[in-house]
Each structure stands twice: as C-alpha cells, then as structure tokens.
C-alpha cells in the first residue's frame, strides 16, 4: 500500500505526513520553522548592516564619494525592479499552487528563475568593473580620490560592499537551486509538491532576498553623506 493510500485508508490527508496530528498542525510547524531560518538570516546580515552604519557614520565623506562615484546607480535600480518584478512572479507561483494550477505554477516559477539570472547578470557586469579598477580589497587595491581621501577607508567602503552584495548573490545562486529542484519536482508531479505548502515556504525565502537588496541598494548607491 502506498503512503497515500495508507493515509486515506486512517481519515489523513494525502500529504499529511504521520507524525502530525493534522494537517493543521503540519502547516503550522512548516511556517514555524521556516520563520525560525529567516529569523536566524536577520540576524546574520544585522550584523553587516550593523557594520556599514558604525564605518559609515565615522567616515561618511570617503562612503559618498566611493558610492555615488564608482557605483552605477542605473545597474542597481535596474536589479531592484528586476527583483521586485521576480518577487510578484513568486507570489502568483504560490497562488497557482495554492490552486492546483500546475502550468501557471511551472510559468511563473520560471519566470522567476529568469529574473534571477538577469540580476546576477547584471551584477556580475559591475563586480568586473570594480575588479578591473581594482577596488576589490586585496594587495592589489587602488583608489584614486578627487577629495585626497584614505585609500585604506575607501577600501572599508568596498569591503563591505563586496561582502553584502556577495552574501545577498549567494542568496540568490541558492535561490536558483532551489527554483530548479521545485520545477523538476512540480513537472514531475511529484506528491510533495502537489501539496502547496513547499513552494509557499520558498516563497518566503524569496520575498526575504527581495527584501534584504531593498536594504542594500540605497545604503549603498542612494544615501548622501557629508563630504
């Protein structure tokens, strides 16, 4: 017998899994947990925005100048509407899941991989552009200054930067995975994700992404300083 069917055959629900009592409670322990991870993920970039305010607030001159400077705000608010416009997709992808519609489903979930590839895209033009002026901090770091600033602050600025915009791509690249083990799942009809309950959980995730790069790009491309 099939656990489907051993399901049916005690009054469960098809995907309810055993050791919960209903479907209820199974729902309540997804969004528990996945709160619990995203929680844990505040804290960890609470820190680096922690961070940025403390560097930015002792060196506010050198952190205007690098930002509005070298970084290219069109690239960045592109990536924003890019990322806004993935996080609508991801939210008609839990909609559709949440009515069994699993070719509207698989569509937006690939629209919303698509969005993904465009941001990382994008940011891997400006990240070469930094290595090629060689701001990534190293030995090999040089910043030029109109204002004579420190060269060893500029290179706080793009620490910072790299790290944050870094974390927030990883981010990404595992959002991509989990994307594609979704649609393969989704297409494959398998019984897990016939339940919408999975792609609600990594919607989420997704929306938390979406939200942390809304953090990022105007701390770091928008926000004056004093000079």
């Known amino acids: 017998m099939s656990v489907e069917a051993a399901h049916d055959a005690h009054g469960h629900h098809p995907v309810q899994y055993h050791q919960f009592e209903d479907m209820e409670q199974q729902n309540e322990t997804y969004i528990v ?26 060196n506010q001159a050198i952190f205007t100048e690098a930002g509005h400077r070298y970084l290219e705000v069109d690239k ?61 901090p190293g030995a090999n770091f040089a910043y030029v200054s109109d204002a004579h600033l420190s060269t060893a602050k500029a290179q706080i600025f793009f620490c910072l930067y790299f790290a944050m915009t870094g974390l927030h791509a990883i981010h990404v690249i595992v959002g991509i995975l989990l994307m594609v083990v979704l649609g393969v799942l989704i297409a494959a ?35 004056p300083g004093k000079r």
């Open 33 to 58: 947990g996945m709160w619990s991870f995203l929680v844990t993920e505040i804290m960890f970039f609470g820190g680096l925005f922690l961070a940025y305010s403390i560097f930015r607030m002792n």
């Open 76 to 136: 960045g608010a592109f990536n924003t509407v890019v990322l806004l416009t993935s996080s609508l997709s991801m939210a008609m992808c839990v909609y559709y899941a949440q009515k069994a519609d699993r070719v509207k489903q698989l569509l937006c979930l690939g629209f919303t991989l698509l969005c993904s590839f465009v941001f990382l895209g994008v940011k891997a033009m400006e990240w070469s552009k930094e290595f090629a002026e060689h701001h990534l």
């Open 189 to 223: 009809r398998r019984p897990g994700v016939k339940y919408y309950m999975p792609v609600e959980m990594f919607g989420l995730y997704w929306h938390f992404v979406d939200i942390v790069w809304i953090f990022l790009f105007p701390l770091f491309y928008l926000i």
